[in-house]
């Protein structure tokens, strides 16, 4: 079982809809979290963070969830700026800076 | 946000020829930076750790002599790729910490696009 684990895609939406993708890890001891954007040949930029209790900005939500260890981002109101691969990351346990990536999620936003 | 630079973009080089590319975090210090290497339509791969004034920490499969890590500053890690041929053709991402900021995030470098002939 791969560290961290993402849904491919890709996602094609309309502008205006709703999706969510789900991201899922597997060490328990998983400390930080985080959901970063990556356009095409760029490098990644971090969309947000995931904080325990669920954040949000603007038109994206981000939500863990311990228990069955995963976390979600949800984007309201898709652009078409929005189209590029998401990438859920998750951070190690105590004393360890190792980031873990999952393979992304593309989405594309159709107009 | 801080900011990482990585420098150079973009490297062709003929097989058989060592490149370096150089990283610096420009507006904090980082004691650790993390170097990835992402091939098309793939994920971000964790090739070493670079540690301030010590030896990088390479990951599983990743060879140290072929791959050469320097962090000789507080702002700067640099990776060689030593005779290189086609197959080390890839998108080299290096990324830091900046342990000023609580949240514990990744600021990556923009990426070095290496084709080798």
């Known amino acids: 079982r791969k560290e961290v684990e993402q849904d491919p895609g890709p996602f094609n939406v309309p502008e205006g809809a709703t999706v969510a993708f789900n991201c899922t890890y597997s060490?328990?001891?998983?400390?930080?979290f985080f959901w970063y954007r990556q356009d095409c040949r760029k490098e990644p930029k971090l969309l947000m963070s995931?904080?325990?209790s669920g954040n949000e900005d603007g038109r994206f939500t981000a939500q863990l969830n311990r228990a069955s260890q995963y976390i979600s981002l949800l984007i309201r109101d898709s652009k078409l700026s929005d189209s590029a691969t998401y990438l859920c990351?998750?951070?190690?346990?105590?004393?360890?800076?190792?980031?873990?990536f999952g393979t992304g999620t593309r989405l594309k936003v159709l107009a | 946000g801080a900011v990482v630079s990585q420098h150079p973009s973009w490297v062709i080089c003929k097989s058989g020829t060592s490149v370096k590319i150089e990283c610096r975090s420009l507006?904090?210090?980082?004691?650790?930076m993390f170097w990835y290497r992402q091939f098309p339509k793939q994920s971000l791969m964790l090739m070493a750790t670079s540690n301030e004034g010590s030896k990088a920490t390479y990951e599983q499969g990743v060879e140290k002599d072929k791959f050469l890590i320097n962090h000789a500053s507080l702002t700067l890690s640099t990776l060689t790729v030593t005779s290189a041929h086609p197959e080390d053709s890839s998108f080299y991402i290096c990324?830091?910490?900046?342990?000023?900021?609580?949240?514990?995030?990744?600021?990556f470098g923009e990426g070095s696009r290496l084709t080798v002939l």
């Open positions: 507006d904090f210090q980082a004691t650790t």
């Open positions: 990324s830091a910490r900046d342990l000023g900021r609580v949240s514990g995030e990744l600021f």
């Open positions: 990351v998750v951070r190690g346990t105590s004393g360890t800076y190792k980031y873990i």
């Open positions: 995931v904080y325990s």
């Open positions: 060490n328990s001891a998983s400390q930080s």
